[in-house]
């Protein structure tokens, strides 16, 4: 494993390693030969993106989504980039049910809310809830990595347990969107439920 410059080293728990594996083979937390030339990328990046190429495979989209047969499925990235190249390399010359995986990266949510899933980066901690206010109703699979993200409203948020990545799930934010989220998911990661607004 590759340890972080803190000393640390992050994994994926045993489960998903054994179930991904034989799922979605190819992938970067079981080939780590695609981006073995990121070596600047922390492992814990790379599990994450691992991680977002099977959460798109696990999660049904309504079909309204796409306008057309040749429409591309889209992960976008909102913030800063903390994958490098790690998340384009998962996705060449990979498909969703036909449809082209394609990454796009940018600051503004305007430029992302035709994506499927929204990897929203730890950089847009400070504005959260209107990040998710602004997605709202867009079919969209938001996946944050802060404290809080998935009560705020998210529907997956990645979490460190004893140095391991985790995700979490909100069920309703996931049905507020019409999204479909295999039992397998369910089964892997920790359900959380939206917060009360005070």
Request: hydrophobic fraction near 45%; glycine fraction near 6%; aromatic fraction near 12%.
């Amino acid at each position: 494993m590759q340890s972080l410059n803190q000393g640390k080293t992050f994994r994926a728990p045993r489960a998903w390693l054994s179930i991904f594996f034989f799922l979605a083979a190819g992938a970067l937390a079981f080939a780590p030969e695609k981006v073995r030339a990121q070596a600047e990328v922390p492992k814990e990046y790379e599990i994450k993106a691992a991680f977002l190429f099977h959460f798109a495979q696990f999660v049904e989209w309504p079909s309204m989504d796409f306008t057309n047969a040749n429409d591309p499925f889209v992960i976008g990235v909102l913030g800063e980039n903390p994958f490098g190249n790690a998340l384009d390399e998962i996705v060449k010359g990979e498909s969703i049910n036909g449809r082209t995986l394609t990454v796009q990266y940018s600051r503004r949510v305007d430029d992302l809310k035709d994506c499927q899933i929204v990897f929203v980066s730890k950089s847009e901690k400070s504005r959260l809830s209107r990040i998710l206010a602004e997605l709202n109703r867009k079919n969209i699979l938001t996946v944050g990595e802060c404290d809080g993200f998935a009560q705020l409203g998210g529907v997956m948020n990645f979490y460190l347990e004893n140095d391991t990545v985790h995700f979490e799930i909100n069920p309703d934010a996931a049905a507020r969107e019409k999204l479909k989220i295999s039992s397998l998911l369910f089964r892997l990661g920790k359900i959380v439920t939206t917060r009360p607004k005070n």
